[in-house]
C-alpha cells in the first residue's frame, strides 16, 4: 500500500488556475501507475491525467491542453498544474497509484484522501 498525501485544493474563477499536488510514501520508480482522478456532484469517479508505464501520460479528452501532469523523483512527487479552469472541472480530485506485481498479474491500487476544487465566479 503506498500512502498518498494530497493538497492544493480550493475555489477559483472560472478561467484561473491551480496546482495540486501529491507526495507518495516510497520512490515513484517502484510505482506502475500515477496520477489525479475525479468525481464532481452526481458523476462518476473519471480519469484525469495518468503518468504510466514509466514516462507514457494519459489525458482525459475534456482536460487536454489545459491541464498538466508532471513529477519530480526526488520528492517522490506527482502535480496536476490545472489551467483555464472551468465550472465543471468542479470535483474531489483524487491522487491515485497502481503498483504491479507476480510479474504484472496481481495489481495493488492506492488512493489519497482527496482534494475539493471548485471553479466558481
Known amino acids: 500500500q503506498v500512502q498518498l498525501v494530497e493538497s492544493g485544493g480550493g475555489l477559483v474563477q472560472p478561467g484561473g488556475s491551480l496546482r495540486l499536488s501529491c507526495a507518495a510514501s516510497?520512490?515513484?520508480?517502484?510505482?506502475?501507475?500515477m496520477g489525479w482522478y475525479r468525481q464532481g456532484p452526481g458523476k462518476e469517479r473519471e480519469l484525469v491525467a495518468v503518468?504510466?508505464?514509466?514516462?507514457?501520460?494519459n489525458y482525459a479528452d475534456s482536460v487536454k491542453g489545459r491541464f498538466t501532469i508532471s513529477r519530480d523523483n526526488a520528492k517522490n512527487t506527482v502535480y496536476l498544474q490545472m489551467n483555464g479552469l472551468k465550472p465543471d472541472d468542479t470535483a474531489v480530485y483524487y491522487c491515485?497509484?497502481?503498483?504491479?506485481?507476480?510479474?504484472?498479474?496481481?495489481?495493488?491500487?492506492?488512493w489519497g484522501q482527496g482534494t475539493q476544487v471548485t471553479v466558481s465566479s
Open positions: 516510497r520512490s515513484i520508480f517502484s510505482i506502475n501507475a
Open positions: 491515485y497509484t497502481r503498483v504491479l506485481s507476480n510479474g504484472g498479474q496481481t495489481f495493488s491500487d492506492s
Open positions: 503518468f504510466s508505464s514509466g514516462s507514457v501520460t
